[in-house]
């Protein structure tokens, strides 16, 4: 059936968990835990004759505690500063042969932050300070006489720098995954929406040129819809520039991004611009997650820009398909004029995507994300076709 023009539906807020709210809880976490394991080693004035100390005894003790617990709730601001707080009490403990299990744990931790959220100079010297204590343990080893409990301490500060650096190291990995990611997106953004801009420009301006010598009226018109095409390209460009530049104002997710209820102007922009196109729709319509709806709609969009590019008077078809678990998307058009540069048979994982079809390429890795899969490539008649489903989860 045909498709009538849809309302624009809205865009959900995106619901990710906040990272920085639970990185806050657990600073609070760790402090609080530091802080209780420490204060039942400070001499309180009601304990029993013997075990009670006078004021500044108490306060010496309690500030102790404080200094080995509190500084954590900035650590991952001021590592070392947490760190050498915390080895420092340990010091003073050792120093005054008292229990110094709670300052031992606090500067266990604190080594894992020089080595998780030290900077570059800080990481450096977490290293050079893991080496030297696995030396320095292997040595006490050696020399001890096999007593590996002077050696436990030296082994657990070069555990915790280890596991810190390896936490940084993943960090790091995972911040450049979703950097290239985020350029990834971008890059298909960008061409997806000006791929289809300047398409429809120079298929518009090449009819211009043709109607100008036997209608200037006709000319004049179609100037006017390069004129809208032009603009429209410009904001849309002026968008992703402004993503790109980290402006507040002009991210990608904040403007409403195109759903499948966009599919019929969308078709019509390419009727205008000279391509016969037939839309049609089966099963129920229904409100899909916006992921799906834009995948699906850049689908279409590019399908139609190559056949505006490669088969301009050649019938196309677009068919939409609403299935129980997913979307069937088939974009047809007849025998082009000349042939698309690298799209001979391309179809998801089995191999790279070269040349002109860069935009082949985004489609494939957009279906990849969502769990489907795309295929496009020549008919047997001479045509050509791009074949998406894109599942949605129950």
């Known amino acids: 059936m045909e498709a009538s023009r849809g309302a624009r539906w809205r865009r959900p807020r995106s619901r990710r968990p906040d990272r920085a709210r639970r990185a806050r809880m657990t600073d609070r976490f760790i402090a609080a835990g530091l802080l209780v394991w420490a204060l039942p080693d400070v001499p309180?004035?009601?304990?029993?004759?013997?075990?009670g100390a006078a004021t500044p005894v108490v306060l010496g003790y309690l500030a102790l505690?404080?200094?080995?617990?509190?500084?954590?709730?900035?650590?991952?601001?001021?590592?070392?500063?947490?760190?050498a707080l915390a080895a420092s009490a340990l010091a003073i403990r050792t120093g005054l042969g008292h229990n110094p299990y709670s300052a031992a744990a606090a500067t266990a931790?604190?080594?894992?932050?020089?080595?998780?959220?030290?900077g570059r100079r800080t990481r450096l010297a977490?290293?050079?300070?893991?080496?030297?204590?696995?030396?320095?343990?292997?040595?006490?080893?050696l020399t001890s006489g096999g007593f590996r409990q002077q050696a436990l301490p030296l082994a657990l500060l070069a555990t915790a720098l280890g596991l810190g650096e390896i936490t940084a190291a993943n960090r790091d990995a995972a911040a450049a995954l979703a950097h290239d990611a985020e350029r990834s997106r971008f890059a298909r953004e960008l061409h997806d929406v000006l791929s289809h801009q300047l398409s429809a420009i120079a298929v518009q301006a090449g009819a211009a040129r043709l109607a100008s010598q036997r209608d200037p009226g006709v000319a004049v018109r179609t100037v006017g819809g390069i004129e809208d095409i032009a603009r429209q390209g410009l904001i849309e460009l002026n968008r992703i520039v402004g993503a790109l530049r980290r402006d507040e104002h002009e991210q990608l997710d904040r403007r409403p991004q195109p759903r499948l209820g966009d599919l019929p102007d969308l078709v019509d922009g390419a009727r205008a611009a000279g391509l016969p196109v037939r839309l049609a729709i089966a099963g129920q319509p229904r409100s899909l997650?916006?992921?799906?709806?834009?995948?699906?709609?850049?689908?279409?969009?590019?399908?139609?820009?190559?056949a505006l590019r490669y088969a301009r008077s050649a019938a196309t078809s677009v068919a939409l398909s609403y299935g129980d678990d997913?979307?069937?998307l088939l974009v047809e058009n007849d025998a082009p004029a000349t042939p698309v540069p690298g799209h001979e048979a391309v179809r998801a994982g089995e191999r790279p995507i070269q040349g002109g079809a860069r935009g082949l390429q985004g489609l494939t890795e957009r279906a990849q994300l969502l769990g489907g899969r795309l295929q496009a490539g020549?008919?047997?008649?001479?045509?050509?076709?791009?074949h998406a489903w894109l599942p949605v989860s129950q």
């Open 44 to 51: 309180w004035w009601w304990r029993p004759p013997g075990h």
């Open 289 to 306: 997650p916006p992921t799906v709806e834009l995948a699906a709609y850049r689908v279409v969009q590019e399908s139609l820009t190559n």
């Open 109 to 118: 931790v604190g080594a894992f932050g020089l080595g998780a959220w030290g």
């Open 326 to 328: 997913g979307l069937d």
């Open 65 to 83: 505690a404080l200094a080995q617990s509190v500084p954590f709730l900035w650590w991952r601001r001021i590592p070392l500063l947490a760190a």
């Open 126 to 141: 977490a290293r050079v300070l893991t080496a030297a204590a696995v030396i320095a343990a292997a040595l006490v080893l």
């Open 378 to 386: 020549a008919r047997p008649d001479g045509g050509f076709s791009v």
